[in-house]
Structures are given as structure tokens and as C-alpha cells.
């Protein structure tokens, strides 16, 4: 019989929060919660029945207890704790983005290598039982070849520029928060990754990225075009077309339904698969499964590679550099 495993998370926000639903979903409870503010902790783990608080988070990393955590804080912290909890012995499930940019990434995998445990981004894509379902019927052929990719993601931000989505000390805007479901979803219905990307960008006050627009193509002429907005409000809509027909997905990042149209006749198929409210439940049930049989394939890393060096050369072509990262050049 499989060992239990035991989770704990990183953070007290809105993803923790659906992180400690789903695990009741799966019908187990939350072992452990660590945070900044020791009071959060506390708060959390009153309402989720929380085995433990550390009083210092840091304690989670070495927690014998423990063998899963979930990163949840925001995006320019993630390589920090991810090189205490790898280099400890703790399998990660991180968000997105899961690193601020590929050497980081890199790094933070040799560490997860060494210490053999398993490192993965909490990517909605990855694991809703839609894509699995249309990468089955794109990947048979009856579709014929993807041509053309066309994403959009806008939100509607207040636009206060000590919110965290505007905020260039917390590695805020638009291409790590949002353009990550974009190019996650591009790769993953692409036969290779893009070696041709050109793009344009609109910078917020605070210098962060506000809205881009980024046109991308592979090796096999496969091609993508994608908009992204942290200040105008656009569908969360996907068009993968193909030779013989396109498949149009609504609020993609944890959709559960699909329609497929044919190009000859018009003929349109609807595809469900899945249910949007259970997306961290399908995430940590693929992790678990990734961990207790070690097959990482399901955890789509080489994907979540593949997006980092995009995003890592997207930023360097706008002359976007976070805090963290011109500390380490001086």
C-alpha cells in the first residue's frame, strides 16, 4: 500500500486556500502551514483543521514530517525557498511562475537531481482532464497538423502601482502572472518549442510589464500569437487551429470544455472532460501520483522549461529586470 504522503503549504493567500479545499476534496487534511506572519498561520490552521504551525516557517524545510510542500508566495521569493526545501529532502509543487527566470530554474532542478526529489510548477494546464483529452485528439492525427495558436489573457487590475500584480519588487506583471498560462498552453499543443519570437510591450509606471503582444514560430512553422493586458479586460480565449478544423477553449487556464469545428463542413463538437473548481485537485493528485510511482513525465517539466526560456528572453529583449536579479550582477 502507498505511503501517505504528508503536505504542507507555503503561504496563507488565495491559492493556499483552494490548495487546502482540494486536499479535503481528495478527503486528507493539511499537515502543516507556514507564513511571514505567524498570526496568518495560526488563522489558516484554525480554519482547515492544520496539524501543525511552525512559529518560524523556515521549519517546514526540515520538517522529517513532511513530504510534499506547495509554494504559494509570490513569484520573485520561489528560488529562495526552493533551495531550502529541495537541498532538505522535500518534493515541491510550485506556482507560476516557478522561478523569475531559467537559471534559476536550472539551478533549482540540479538541486532536486541531487537530492532526488521531485520539482514541478503548479500549472492549471498541465493537468485538467480537458488537455489531456484534446492533446489525445490532436496527437491522433484526425485534426490534421496545428497551424496557428491564438491566445489572449486580460485582466482588469486596479491600477495602483503598490498592488502586487504592478509591483516590481514582488516581480510583478503581466508575462509571469498571466503570459505563462498563454505560452504554457502554446507549448504544450506545439510539436517543438519556438526558436522565432518577436514581440512588443507597454511598460506600467513602475516599470513592470502592462500589456504585450508576442508572436512566436518553430522550427515546423507552427506559429502562435498572443496578447496579454494587465489593464484592459479580455477573454481568457484559446483558438488551436489546425488543417482540418479548430478547437476554441473559453477561460482556458482551468477550462473544462471545449468545441472542436470542422473547417470542411462547420460541423461543431463539443469536448468535456474534468470540472473547472476541482483544478488543485487534479494538480496535487498528479503530483502525488508523480511522487509515490516516479514517473515525473506527467509533471510536464521540459514544458515549464521550455516557457521559462522564452519568458527569461522576452524580458532580456525589453530590458525588464527585476530587483533580485540586478543584486546578483553588481
Not at 36 to 50: G, L, N, P, Q
Not at 67 to 87: M, V
Not at 186 to 209: K, L
Request: net charge negative; glycine share 6%; charged share 25%.
Amino acid at each position: 500500500m502507498a505511503k501517505e504522503l504528508r503536505w504542507a503549504v507555503l503561504g496563507t493567500g488565495v491559492i493556499a486556500n483552494e490548495m487546502a479545499q482540494a486536499l479535503e476534496q481528495m478527503g486528507k487534511s493539511l499537515y502543516a502551514v507556514g507564513n511571514r506572519t505567524h498570526e496568518k498561520a495560526v488563522a489558516f490552521a484554525e480554519k482547515y483543521h492544520v496539524t501543525k504551525v511552525y512559529d518560524d516557517f523556515h521549519e517546514m524545510f526540515t520538517d522529517p514530517e513532511i513530504d510534499i510542500i506547495y509554494i504559494t508566495t509570490p513569484h520573485n521569493t520561489h528560488i529562495e525557498f526552493l533551495r531550502q526545501a529541495l537541498a532538505n529532502g522535500k518534493h515541491v509543487l510550485c506556482e507560476k511562475s516557478i522561478t523569475l527566470n531559467s537559471d534559476e530554474l536550472n539551478e533549482a532542478l540540479q538541486i532536486a537531481e541531487k537530492h532526488h526529489v521531485i520539482l514541478a510548477e503548479a500549472m492549471t494546464i498541465w493537468h485538467m482532464p480537458l488537455y489531456k483529452k484534446l492533446w489525445e485528439i490532436v496527437s491522433s492525427g484526425e485534426l490534421g497538423k496545428v497551424q496557428m495558436i491564438q491566445l489572449n489573457f486580460g485582466s482588469y487590475k486596479e491600477y495602483d502601482m503598490n498592488n502586487r500584480f504592478f509591483n516590481i519588487n514582488l516581480a510583478g506583471g503581466a508575462l509571469l502572472d498571466i503570459g505563462v498560462y498563454a505560452l504554457s498552453l502554446m507549448r504544450s499543443f506545439m510539436a517543438e518549442t519556438p526558436d522565432q519570437v518577436m514581440s512588443q510591450v507597454r511598460f506600467a509606471p513602475t516599470g513592470t510589464d502592462e500589456q504585450a503582444s508576442i508572436i512566436l514560430m518553430n522550427k515546423e512553422q507552427q506559429m502562435a500569437a498572443i496578447t496579454l493586458s494587465m489593464h484592459s479586460k479580455q477573454p481568457k480565449r484559446a483558438m488551436i487551429s489546425c488543417e482540418k478544423g479548430y478547437i476554441e477553449i473559453m477561460e482556458y487556464p482551468r477550462a473544462d470544455k471545449a468545441i472542436i469545428v470542422d473547417a470542411a463542413s462547420g460541423a461543431v463538437t463539443p469536448v468535456e472532460a474534468g470540472e473547472t473548481k476541482r483544478a488543485l485537485e487534479y494538480e496535487m493528485r498528479d503530483m502525488e501520483e508523480a511522487v509515490q510511482s516516479g514517473d515525473v513525465s506527467r509533471m510536464h517539466m521540459p514544458f515549464t522549461g521550455d516557457v521559462m526560456n522564452i519568458m527569461t528572453d522576452l524580458r532580456k529583449n525589453w530590458g525588464l529586470v527585476y530587483p533580485e536579479e540586478s543584486r546578483k550582477t553588481e
